[in-house]
């Protein structure tokens, strides 16, 4: 499975460090990715683009995807990030300060709205989780 703020189905979503993941993270990943997916009405290319780092589409369908799985994760609430949240729950898996270093670079991002936020925390996640 992929890293990023854990769509353990996007952390699958997530992209570039491998992450030991137990069963049970991967299938709760999973189920989130799929109820968000139908919540949001997006299509399962649309997920997977984004799984696999294409930022390219801006539909704010796709955008409220990202915040849906990242609340589902605990990472964001009420479109603020929770960064004990994503220590405590990454930290283990990638160690606490290679989740620091690109906390530092992404948790002060805002967005439009709180699914922008959330699209852009992914996106900088996504893209700066080689250091992960």
Known sequence: MKFLIVFLALVAFAAAAELPLTDE??????????????????????AMALRAGNFEDKDPKVKCFANCFLEKTGFIADGQVKPDVVLAKLGPLAG??????????????????????AYQLYECYYKNSAHI
């Open 25 to 46: 993270q991967k299938a709760q990943a999973h189920a989130n990715g799929a109820l968000c997916v139908q919540q949001e009405g997006i299509t399962k290319e649309q």
């Open 96 to 117: 606490a300060d290679k989740v620091k270093a690109v906390q530092a670079k992404c948790d002060s991002l805002k967005g439009a709205d709180k699914c922008d936020t």
